[in-house]
């Protein structure tokens, strides 16, 4: 599965849910950390990865655009990128779900 992790969340996450969802990147990786929501939205969209992010925008660029690409946005305030990985963990199955159901644009994952 196909993640691409905002630059709001940590690189590591990549590596320490390699597992669960493989393929999955950082903005980092392709430079992308320092550009706009928008120009990260396309990207995604282009290469076939759901956007993982903290931040609203994304959200709000889906109400506009619709999807692809689909959005797991974590309202999950800061954590320590490990408790980051056991809820993205905790909750694969349903994420899993989510980015198979072409009717969802968008996933809100809370903590707890």
């Not at 599965?1 to 990147?25: A, C, G, H, W, Y």
């Not at 956007?51 to 660029?61: A, W």
């Not at 959005?71 to 408790?83: A, F, H, M, Y």
Request: net charge negative; hydrophobic share 40%.
């Amino acid at each position: 599965m196909k993640l691409l992790f905002d630059q709001n969340l940590s690189f590591k996450l990549v590596t320490l849910l390699r597992e669960s969802f493989p393929e999955s990147i950082h903005v980092t990786s392709f430079n992308l950390q320092e550009d706009d929501d928008v120009k990260v939205w396309e990207f995604a969209k282009k290469n076939d990865f759901t956007i993982v992010t903290k931040d609203i925008d994304f959200y709000e660029i889906s109400l506009v655009k619709g999807h692809p690409p689909k959005i797991v946005w974590l309202r999950i305030g800061n954590l320590p990128t490990s408790e980051v990985k056991a809820i993205l963990e905790k909750r694969h199955n349903e994420i899993i779900n989510f980015m198979k159901d072409d009717t969802l644009a968008c996933i809100e994952i809370y903590r707890g």
